[in-house]
Nanobody, 117 residues
Framework: QVQLLESGGGLVQAGGSLRLSCVASGRTVSTYAMGWHRQVPGKQREEIAVITSGGTTNYADSVKGRFTISRDNAKNTAYLQMSSLKPEDTAVYYC???????????WGQGTQVIVSS
């Protein structure tokens, strides 16, 4: 069993930055892809950034150029650097890991990000 713990969320003004962290425990996750998702109440969860075990990254158009996903396998941790934040980035942000494309195996509990205008 793998546990994922997100941190780094909070309240920030529009145009500001935040860095989210996701620490995995219970198993080494270096062979997993790691991803960040977000969800606004009443809307579907959105996959916004993924980094493969080999370091390849992909982003949703909504965050491309503003967010950067990275990972440190020695620390079993993924990061999401968020810059130029907008009020529409307000959401609960979730970390997840997967072995197979389109099937996320484990999820964290989420961390709230609020961007004020």
């Amino acid at each position: 069993q793998v546990q994922l713990l997100e941190s780094g969320g909070g309240l920030v003004q529009a145009g500001g930055s935040l860095r989210l962290s996701c620490v995995a425990s219970g198993r080494t996750v270096s062979t997993y892809a790691m991803g960040w998702h977000r969800q606004v109440p009443g809307k579907q969860r959105e996959e916004i950034a993924v980094i493969t075990s080999g370091g390849t990254t992909n982003y949703a158009d909504s965050v491309k150029g503003r967010f950067t996903i990275s990972r440190d396998n020695a620390k079993n941790t993924a990061y999401l650097q968020m810059s130029s934040l907008k009020p529409e980035d307000t959401a609960v942000y979730y970390c997840a890991i997967r072995r197979v494309v389109f099937k996320w195996d484990y999820w964290g509990q989420g961390t709230q990000v609020i961007v004020s205008s």
